[in-house]
């Protein structure tokens, strides 16, 4: 019997071990909760804090400090807008902070098309090879002068034309 309490003592005394004194005591950080909105809709929204959603949607992020939010969609050009933690002062009356808030919100970007790049960069080499000199083309009444004797077979009754 004196063993079985010892062992559940030591094992009751070994798992409070694990918890420090200090970490019981710290609060988690204050959130807060933002809008994400995007035209076109549909694009990802991601934090800086690594956090996604597709907009139009809503994120709660650890207000610790200022951060940005990236909208991206196929096809458009990404923008980063920065996004700005307000704290509150501390009420004099009541010793409590109010909670922390964001500019803007809602967070908004309005995309713009990607542009092609392709179409661009087929333009400019186009513009920037130069054009090979097609030949002039010879009538075919004007053959050269010695395709004539050549051209001239000797069981021919007829005597070669004159060399020009």
């Known amino acids: 019997m004196r063993k079985i309490v010892v062992v559940a ?3 009751g005394l ?20 933002i809008q ?5 809709a ?3 929204a991601r934090t800086s804090g690594g956090q996604t959603c597709q907009t139009p949607c809503s994120l709660s992020v650890p207000a610790e400090g200022d951060f940005t939010v990236t909208f991206s969609l196929p096809k458009y050009a990404p923008e980063t807008v920065p996004v700005q933690v307000i704290r509150q002062q501390q009420d004099g009356l009541t010793g409590s902070s109010p909670p ?9 970007a309005e995309l713009q098309p990607a542009p092609a790049a392709g179409r661009k ?10 054009r090979p000199k097609k030949p002039k083309a010879t009538p075919a009444a004007a053959a050269p002068a010695d395709a004539a004797p050549a051209a001239a077979d000797s069981s021919s009754p007829f005597p070669p034309p004159p060399a020009r």
């Not at 994400?36 to 076109?40: H, I, N, V, W, Y």
């Open 9 to 11: 003592a030591s094992l």
């Open 14 to 33: 070994a798992g409070c071990s694990s918890f420090s004194t200090p970490e019981m005591f710290k609060s988690t950080p204050p959130s807060v909760t």
């Open 36 to 40: 994400l909105e995007s035209q076109p």
């Open 42 to 44: 549909g694009a990802e």
């Open 100 to 108: 922390p808030t964001v500019d803007p919100n809602p967070v908004y």
């Open 121 to 130: 960069a087929k333009a400019k080499a186009k513009a920037a090879a130069p």
